[in-house]
């Protein structure tokens, strides 16, 4: 068991005492760092750490890179490795010291969005090449020596692109919001002045021409699905799911942090991405609606689903089929495509049915639920590991679940979904009338601060539940009577009001 407690890893960074520190500017140690927002540090005040959500680093009050930290003998201590655009980028020299401080993109909650970025191009230095560049070429090379960096609109950056060095100049950074996407990564977008994101290789970049330095452009911009980006003011309430902030967040943190990392680096801290969550807790509390979020969220493609009673009730050999096909396009893509394959992600809801005889001669004696879970277990961390899924398992009883799939490595990230309290009954009660209220269909002497006292030990399902009653209580008072029953002409100005409510509360 975690010695932490509820044997889910805490992943919030830590804070070295005192925030701000200065490092000495030194030359990047090693090649590698020289075109990527990697930089190398050696400092005790930066502790290694297990997931990554602190290795970013705030860099003179203004700039942030992702960090490396390391006892490479090429860096002394106290000293911060920056290659030659990264120097220029923030206006520092060599030996100079700089003000760095661990810098955590989520300290605010949860808050990726998609979208696109524009950006201006121009020279840096006085070399004019008349050949136009191709913006595809140039796009992927932005990509590549910014990747993971997180920019915000105005924020100037350096590159160098066939050895000419480039000023690129944020333009707008555009968000979509999550919670409309679809399935093609289209959806809402909006663009936000405190808008700031983080560059991922599916980022989409337009590029225009700097005034001054009149650069030439060619071909179309790319328009790849989906980029993460954060947005500040972001509320999981926002997408229709009340009272699991704090939930949502810290799996968030956990599934997420470590999925904004290019594989490589995840790699060389030791970081394992997890493969495997499983949310518990009592029936209607909204367990489906965060996996299908999380799913939005890392991956715009639609999520897998199944449930365990439906594997098992197939007949003999239909079960193992089933998982394979589960995992099918996962390991396709695994194969063509390798480190480089999208996410998976596959929701596997009352995942205690295909447990709980495990051992026990499952299925009725047939050994079903044996072969699923280990089957199950091979794709996570055995023979056929795969390593481009997210396992989202749920179930209303935790103690049923195989132990051995609870490990490390496998759905290592455990969140209990609770019932809500009586702010969270708050926040899903106004999710669930947005429509009326926004119509003007809800009486203003609906009082939901108190109809959230009033419903103590209610599930989310169970306000929804809640919320249509008391519209069909509303209906009634339109229905006029006699042989056959009929709308009254009134039925424009039906609203629904708190005696509404209260008569739903006591059916
Ligand atoms: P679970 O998977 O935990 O059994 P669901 O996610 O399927 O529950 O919830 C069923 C329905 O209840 C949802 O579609 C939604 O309408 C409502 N609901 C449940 N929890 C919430 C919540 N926290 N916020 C808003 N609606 C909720």
Not at 11 to 27: A, D, E, N, Y
Not at 48 to 73: E, H, Q
Request: net charge neutral; hydrophobic share 35%.
């Amino acid at each position: 068991q975690d010695p932490r407690g509820h044997g889910q890893h805490d992943m919030r960074p830590q804070q070295p005492p005192g925030g701000s520190f200065g490092l000495k500017t030194v030359r990047s140690p090693n090649d590698k760092y020289t075109f990527s927002n990697l930089c190398a540090v050696h400092s005790s005040n930066i502790p290694p750490s297990r997931d990554g959500s602190d290795l970013y680093l705030l860099i003179k009050g203004k700039y942030v890179l992702s960090a490396l930290p390391t006892n490479d003998p090429k860096l002394e201590p106290g000293t911060i490795g920056l290659s030659d655009p990264q120097r220029t980028w923030m206006q520092a020299a060599v030996n100079d010291v700089l003000d760095v401080q661990p810098y955590d993109p989520f300290s605010q909650g949860a808050r990726s969005y998609l979208g696109n970025m524009d950006v201006e191009v121009g020279f840096a230095g006085r070399k004019t090449p008349s050949d136009p560049y191709d913006q595809d070429e140039l796009a992927q090379a932005f990509v590549h020596t910014f990747r993971n960096q997180i920019f915000a609109p105005g924020q100037q950056a350096m590159m160098d692109f066939k050895s000419v060095p480039l000023r690129m100049t944020v333009r707008t950074v555009e968000l979509v919001d999550i919670a409309s996407l679809n399935a093609a990564g289209g959806g809402e977008q909006m663009t936000s002045p405190q808008a700031r994101g983080i560059i991922t290789p599916e980022t989409s970049i337009n590029f225009f021409k700097d005034a001054k330095s009149q650069i030439n452009l060619r071909g179309s911009n790319r328009r790849p699905a989906a980029n993460s980006v954060i947005r500040p003011d972001f509320k999981f309430e926002d997408m229709g799911i009340g009272g699991l902030d704090k939930e949502f967040s810290d799996i968030f943190r956990r599934a997420f942090a470590s999925r904004i990392f290019p594989p490589g680096l995840a790699e060389k801290i030791g970081i394992q991405h997890v493969r495997g969550i499983l949310l518990y807790g009592p029936p209607g509390t909204g367990k489906t609606l965060i996996a299908r979020q999380i799913g939005k969220m890392l991956n715009a493609r639609e999520p897998k689903v199944i449930n365990g009673p439906e594997v098992l009730n197939k007949y003999v050999g239909q079960s193992e089929e089933n998982i394979r096909k589960l995992f099918a396009d996962a390991e396709k893509e695994q194969k063509e495509k390798g480190d480089e394959s999208g996410l998976h992600i596959i929701i596997f809801d009352e995942l205690d049915a295909v447990c709980k005889q495990r051992g026990s001669g499952a299925g009725g004696g047939t050994g079903v639920g044996d072969s699923v879970v280990n089957q199950l277990l091979s794709k996570l961390d055995g023979v056929e590991q795969l390593n481009n899924i997210l396992l989202i398992g749920m179930t209303n009883r935790k103690d049923m679940i195989d132990e051995a799939l609870l490990r490390s490595g496998r759905l290592e990230v455990h969140m209990e979904i609770s019932l809500p309290d009586e702010g969270g009954r708050a926040q899903i009660l106004k999710i669930h009338t947005t429509k009326m209220r926004e119509n003007g269909k809800m009486a203003r002497d609906v009082d939901i601060q108190e109809l959230a006292k009033l419903t103590r030990n209610f599930s989310g399902a169970e306000i929804s539940g809640l919320v249509k009653s008391a519209s069909s209580f509303a209906l009634q008072r339109h229905i006029k009577g006699g042989t056959v029953a009929a709308l009254s002409d009134d039925i424009n100005e039906m609203q629904i009001t708190m005696a509404d409510f209260l008569g739903a509360l006591e059916e």
